[in-house]
């Protein structure tokens, strides 16, 4: 069988607006009203969807996906895999006053979304925290503190009320702290109040 030629390019609706000096990947789809700006890297295989802004020199990582109605602000870091869900929302400035502007890269506060964590909803992160490998962040949470590897947090503020696997399912552990996910066909293990993929 001939070789299946290599997905390229990327699309942009007609409705968007891509600045200069951007970098983005095969495969990924920029869809209405959305702008990327200058500086910015998006990986492969990405979906930004409608009335999505991507700031000046945010790094966004591969396969990752932005729901409608998300602003990726200055500061902002999104690894692989990462889902943003409808209308959640990054923050990059803690202490924001109209008289005292704080603009430039300088003032603004790094936030940090590890490989695979979903952001639900209308959730908020505050910024200056890392969001957790695989971790899931519940429709509408307000994040104000570090949410931990594979954790699910709710409400306002956040608290960790579980733990989920790579596939987004609940993990419920044994005595001895394992648990196994028959969707990621993954074993995890809980000890000390972290949960870490087990290959026991
Ligand atoms: C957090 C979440 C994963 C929990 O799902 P779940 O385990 O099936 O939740 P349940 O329906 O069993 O609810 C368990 C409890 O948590 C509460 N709860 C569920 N989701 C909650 C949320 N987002 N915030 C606060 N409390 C929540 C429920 O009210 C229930 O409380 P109770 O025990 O006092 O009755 C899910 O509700 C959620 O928010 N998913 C994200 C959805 C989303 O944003 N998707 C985006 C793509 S469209």
């Known amino acids: ?10 699309t942009v609706n007609k409705y968007a607006v891509v600045d200069d000096n951007v970098e983005i990947g095969d495969g990924t789809k920029i869809w209405h009203f959305s702008h990327v700006q200058s500086g910015s890297k998006i990986g492969h295989h990405c979906v ?9 020199n945010v790094t966004i990582g591969n396969y990752v996906k932005i729901q409608n109605n998300v602003s990726v602000y200055e500061g902002v870091e999104l690894e692989d895999y ?23 890269a300088e003032f603004y506060i790094k936030t940090v979304v590890k490989e695979g964590a979903s952001l639900g909803a209308n959730s908020t992160i505050v910024c200056g925290h890392t969001i957790g490998r695989a971790a899931l962040v519940g429709a509408g949470a307000v994040v104000t503190k570090d949410v931990p590897d594979f954790a699910l947090v709710v409400g306002n503020p956040a608290r960790i009320v579980g733990w989920v696997s790579e596939a987004g399912k609940k ?24 949960v870490k993929e087990s290959t026991e």
């Open 1 to 10: 069988m001939a070789d299946q030629p290599a997905e390229k390019k990327f």
């Open 48 to 56: 930004i969807g409608q009335n999505v802004n991507v700031a000046n």
């Open 82 to 104: 990462v889902f943003c869900g409808p209308s959640m929302v990054f923050t990059n400035i803690l202490d924001p006053r109209c008289k005292y502007p704080q603009v430039g």
């Open 171 to 194: 993990l419920a552990f044994d005595k001895d702290g394992y648990a196994y996910c028959e969707k990621s066909k993954k074993k995890y293990h809980l000890s000390n109040g972290s």
